[in-house]
């Protein structure tokens, strides 16, 4: 096992290699990784959860405008500006270390024509910027792993229905504090979008996917478009794309539980 470790002066965090992989954490506390890297493909989803936001990609493959709220170690914006060339992507990242750290030690490439990196809070970017976006990703936790009061209230879920265009999606990393704050959380925005879908990451972490309207689609030509996008982003789609149908066709948008990891519905 080959392992190197650097604390990264001035902050809280520490890089370190492991068998062709960078992580980032947070220095003397191995409970959580906070981002991670693959030496041999840097913009590739590494992490589950990062994967299970990207799914939305089958139902939105062409998105021209994205927002990513939290840069971390950039694992989402170098996979956006590596593999579509065709979006522009704002990140906002609340902590300017964190954009030091996510362009020095993970490769996140300087801003160019398709992608901004903006610091500042993202509650407060959503606000200022409405109906700019296809696409909004919420990934804004702090280094104790809590996500920002700012993203997690009714207020803020209204901002980016507005910030959404037509037939916008938004997906969320959702950590399951209790049951109950999840069911509530849940419920809430299930009265501010047309649908929600629940994906299973672990125990403790679920991903929220935010229609603004119902999807229309097929399922013979959704499983079509699956298979096509898995051979350029390896995210799982073709599976995905069978247990949504699955799950929409038997009515199960009224569904509150979560089950394994194919999608839970709410309409």
Known sequence: ????????????????????YRYLMVQGDDSFIMSTMQFAEPDALVSRYTKNMMKLLVFKPHPRDMVLIGLGGGQQAKFVHGRMPDTRLVAVEIDPAMVRIAREYFGVPPDDERLSVVVGEGGAYIFGHPDSCDV???????????????????????ACHRALRAEGI????????????CDAHMS???KIFAMVMAINTSDDQIVLMMFKSL?????????????????R??????????????????????ASDLINSAPSLRA
């Open 1 to 20: 096992m080959n392992v190197t470790g650097e604390a990264i002066d001035g902050t809280r965090y520490r890089i370190v290699d492991e068998n062709g």
């Open 136 to 158: 909004i990703l919420s990934d804004g936790y702090d280094q104790d792993f809590t996500l920002h009061d700012s993203l997690s209230v009714e207020d803020f879920y209204h």
């Open 170 to 181: 938004m997906a969320v990393n959702l950590h399951r504090k209790t049951r109950a704050w």
């Open 188 to 190: 809430m925005v299930s």
């Open 215 to 231: 999807p229309e689609f097929g399922s013979a030509a959704l499983a079509e478009r699956a298979q096509r996008l898995e051979q």
């Open 233 to 254: 982003y390896g995210l799982g789609l073709p599976e995905f794309a069978r247990e949504f149908s699955e799950a929409y066709t038997k009515g199960s948008r009224q």
